[in-house]
């Protein structure tokens, strides 16, 4: 058996390769991995508690089994690169919503990224987020972000947790920019607790609410459940968005924008 220690961007790179198998064939014995990896069980399941904290798979009694696809798609290091000409068209729409001068906070999907590019060239706007990756696009720009903190979730490179939502009850944002991972029949749902618990605050926390989502995250569902959409003025989505989804939007008292990526 080879050894089993190395560089950390080659534990990273063996670490990916496990998860790849767990999500390929639902559940493996970790015995069976660690001969799969030539590297000791002890070391598998090592990697296998990384994996599990950082909430890419679930660690059993002698297996690891994948979560859903919901959950693997809501790491950010499998839904950056997805869709990028939808969430391009996404992020014109929303920064239609931006004034100079406004205060503008920003959940931390990658929906959003595009826009926290646009939003460094608005004049005068203050930015407060959770998603370091946002801090990130802006430090540049003359653009004041404020970090909210609290447990920091490498996955999705920003924090959360009830130090984020009672920094929240504290600030008052003239617009509020929130992404969604699952959404069905206008009720929303994220596979981990303390994301689904934040995303819930942030409408009560701005004058003006928008919800950004493309078409692959409608007709489905994850563990957390928090509510539905009528907590937001204004949902953009893409043309591709079945109106069989649409419909409970608007049905809850919801405006509705769709941008067709193509066009």
Known sequence: MRASRGS?????ER???????????????????????H???MTMHRDLDNLHERQLL???RGVATAFS???MESALRFRENAHVEVKTAIADALVEEVSPGDTVLIDCGST?????????????IRVITNSLRITYLLAASPVEVTLLGDRFYEDFESCAGPGTRRQLEDIRATVAFVTATSVRDGRLFHPVREYAENKRAYPRAADRA????DHSKFGRTATYPYGDVSGYDLLVTDADTPESELRPVRDLGVQVRTVDPHS
């Open 69 to 71: 696809n919901v959950a």
């Open 112 to 124: 959003l990224f595009p826009l926290a590019r646009r939003l460094a060239t608005v004049d005068g």
């Open 15 to 37: 670490r990916k390769t496990v998860l790849r198998h767990v999500a390929q064939e639902g559940e493996i014995r970790i015995a069976d991995l660690a001969e799969r990896m």
């Open 58 to 60: 679930r660690k059993g």
């Open 39 to 41: 590297v000791s069980v």
């Open 210 to 213: 928008v919800l950004a989502v």
């Open 8 to 12: 950390e961007a080659e534990v990273e």
